[in-house]
């Protein structure tokens, strides 16, 4: 999950989002009614967030705790994706960002669902990461405190597959393996 912040009517927002990247752009989607992809729209200046928090790192001073982590800013203006082609490209990264394998099997928005639709485009032109790894790094003098260093590694592992209480098909493919993948 990113986080997409702007600015609107003098007020800062940020709000979680779905997302997928096609080459050197970041897509979003929405309702065309929310004050978020209204401004995106109007090519407000957007700043999209991304965090994957790997561990918690425990050193021997509090002043050196830390946390593992990988993260990506994106900044730019947004720009509304008006080609139909696109527009549909953008929809299905989308789905498959979340559940590769999943477009062949869903079926696609219609008319109504597509305009009913906003999808925003952020260039990657401005994007930065940053990311830490390892263990503490304590001051000399703190090495030989009798005090318990080190990382405790975090994972969020997905959960077996639950069916629809309506489901009359069999499970997936792509879903079994995306369970397996811990």
Same mark, same amino acid.
Request: glycine share 8%; hydrophobic share 40%.
């Given at each position: 999950?990113?986080?997409?912040?702007?600015? +609107?009517?003098?007020? #800062?927002?940020?709000?979680?989002?779905?997302? +997928?990247?096609? $080459? &050197?752009?970041?897509?979003?989607?929405?309702?065309?009614?929310?004050?978020?992809?209204?401004?995106?729209?109007?090519?407000?200046?957007?700043? /999209?967030?991304?965090?994957?928090?790997?561990?918690?790192?425990?050193?021997?001073?509090? /002043?050196?705790?830390?946390?593992?982590?990988?993260?990506?800013?994106?900044?730019?203006?947004?720009?509304?994706?008006?080609?139909?082609?696109?527009?549909?490209?953008?929809?299905?990264?989308?789905? %498959?960002?979340?559940?590769?394998?999943?477009?062949? $099997?869903?079926?696609?928005?219609?008319?109504?669902?597509?305009?009913?639709?906003?999808?925003?485009?952020?260039?990657?032109?401005?994007?930065?990461?940053?990311?830490?790894?390892?263990?503490?790094? $304590?001051?000399?003098?703190?090495?030989?405190?009798?005090?318990? @260093?080190? %990382?405790?590694?975090?994972?969020? @592992?997905?959960?077996? #597959? *639950?069916? &629809? &209480?309506?489901?009359?098909?069999?499970?997936? &493919?792509?879903?079994? *393996?995306?369970?397996?993948?811990?």
């Amino acid at each position: 999950v990113g986080h997409l912040a702007f600015v +609107a009517d003098a007020q #800062p927002y940020a709000i979680p989002m779905l997302y +997928a990247r096609i $080459d &050197d752009q970041l897509y979003i989607h929405g309702s065309p009614l929310s004050r978020l992809l209204e401004g995106a729209v109007s090519a407000t200046q957007l700043c /999209f967030t991304l965090t994957l928090l790997d561990g918690i790192v425990l050193a021997r001073s509090a /002043f050196h705790h830390s946390l593992n982590y990988r993260s990506v800013v994106v900044l730019g203006p947004g720009r509304a994706v008006r080609d139909r082609a696109e527009k549909l490209a953008a929809l299905d990264a989308l789905v %498959e960002h979340v559940m590769p394998g999943r477009t062949g $099997d869903a079926r696609g928005p219609d008319t109504k669902e597509l305009g009913a639709t906003e999808v925003v485009a952020l260039s990657l032109k401005e994007a930065s990461a940053k990311a830490r790894t390892g263990p503490p790094i $304590d001051a000399a003098e703190d090495y030989a405190l009798p005090i318990w @260093p080190g %990382e405790i590694p975090l994972s969020l @592992p997905a959960g077996d #597959p *639950r069916p &629809d &209480d309506r489901c009359t098909v069999p499970l997936p &493919d792509y879903v079994r *393996r995306y369970v397996r993948v811990h």
